[in-house]
């Protein structure tokens, strides 16, 4: 299994901004597809955003057009740039990595990914 650590959590105030990194131990890196998924408190862990191996990315709707995704290959790291934040975005937030068997390869569903991080919270003040 792939070694993932979080890190760049912290308290934001709404409408600040902040950049999740997470990084990865295996030197097969590039052929995992990445997630990230948030729990906030009392809720089950949902999704945020994933990217394929390619780099290819989906959102889940509650922050499209506010949060980034993105991977740097050469680093063993995937990222997740956060903007425009409100308290409901005030999570832990998990990095998450499944071997892809193509491009094209991502899923939504936590149960797909063999390999996680220990989480990183974000607290956004109003």
């Known amino acids: 299994q792939v070694q993932l650590v979080e890190s760049g959590g912290g308290l934001v105030q709404t409408g600040g901004s902040l950049r999740l990194s997470c990084a990865a131990s295996?030197?097969?890196?590039?052929?995992?597809?990445m997630g990230w998924f948030r729990q906030a408190p009392g809720k089950k862990r949902d999704f945020v955003a994933a990217?394929?191996?390619?780099?290819?990315?989906v959102y889940a709707d509650s922050v499209k057009g506010r949060f980034t995704i993105s991977r740097d290959n050469a680093k063993n790291t995937v990222y997740l740039q956060m903007n425009s934040l409100t308290p409901e975005d005030t999570a832990v937030y998990y990095c998450?990595?499944?071997?892809?068997?193509?491009?094209?390869?991502?899923?939504?569903?936590?149960?797909?990914?063999?390999?996680w991080g220990q989480g990183t919270q974000v607290t956004v003040s109003s």
């Open positions: 295996e030197r097969t890196f590039s052929t995992h597809a």
């Open positions: 998450a990595a499944r071997m892809a068997y193509y491009n094209s390869d991502y899923s939504p569903r936590e149960l797909d990914y063999a390999s």
């Open positions: 990217i394929t191996r390619t780099g290819n990315t």
